[in-house]
């Protein structure tokens, strides 16, 4: 298939792309692995010995940032539609977010245990129809939250990607509900162009 003009554009910035190169020097699978480095050496949110669970982990940069920060005595436990290459201390779940059979498979590798941060760079696969993208990216990002207001331990904390549009305000309101402190960031490695941010939610309330 003939590449098009856009497709080339994106693949010529994409081998430009100071964080690509950076994720290759330093061994990071993925560019999105700088987004969640500068995240946390500004809020503090990977410590050793945590329970971690990453949505939407494919390839597995988050997951390796994780990993590396919580250290021997934590684990990640890693879920995505796609493959993803085992990671050390990374427990990895190939399925359908969406799904129940598969949210059951996670819950059970849990056993019962409650987690200390959910993190979720989840996207759904772009149509190119903005306003079904944005509905899909939302309903993703819902679930999300869904899950960590039911298996974070009180106090724990939930980092979300989520795209600004209509339905921002609504979901922003819907993590101050559940959060003490919500907090929107931007972190140099997302692309100026992209309307992705990051909403970072810390200290789980109580029922």
Excluded at 148 to 163: E, I, M, R
Aim: charged residues 25%; proline residues 4%.
């Amino acid at each position: 298939m003939k590449r098009t003009k856009s497709s080339k554009a994106w693949m010529q910035q994409h081998v430009n792309d100071p964080f690509v190169q950076q994720a290759k020097q330093h061994g990071y699978r993925a560019r999105s692995s700088y987004k969640l480095l500068e995240i946390d050496a500004k809020d503090k949110l990977l410590k050793p010995g945590m329970r971690v669970v990453d949505l939407g982990s494919a390839p597995g940069g988050w997951s390796q940032v994780a990993a590396q920060k919580i250290g021997t005595s934590g684990h990640v436990f890693a879920l995505d539609i796609l493959e993803m290459v085992g990671l050390p201390g990374v427990t990895f779940i190939q399925g359908d977010f969406t799904e129940d059979a598969v949210l059951a498979e996670l819950k059970a590798k849990l056993g019962g245990q409650m987690v200390d941060l959910v993190i979720s760079d989840i996207a759904p696969n772009i149509s190119g129809i903005p306003l079904a993208d944005q509905a899909k990216s939302y309903y993703l990002a819902e679930l999300a939250l869904d899950f960590a207001v039911n298996h974070l331990k009180p106090g724990g904390s939930f980092l979300v990607k989520v795209f600004q549009g209509g339905d921002f305000d609504h979901y922003l309101k819907a993590m101050r509900n559940h959060f003490q402190q919500v907090q929107i960031r931007k972190p140099e490695a997302s692309r100026m162009q992209s309307k992705e941010v990051y909403l970072l939610g810390k200290g789980l309330k109580g029922e």
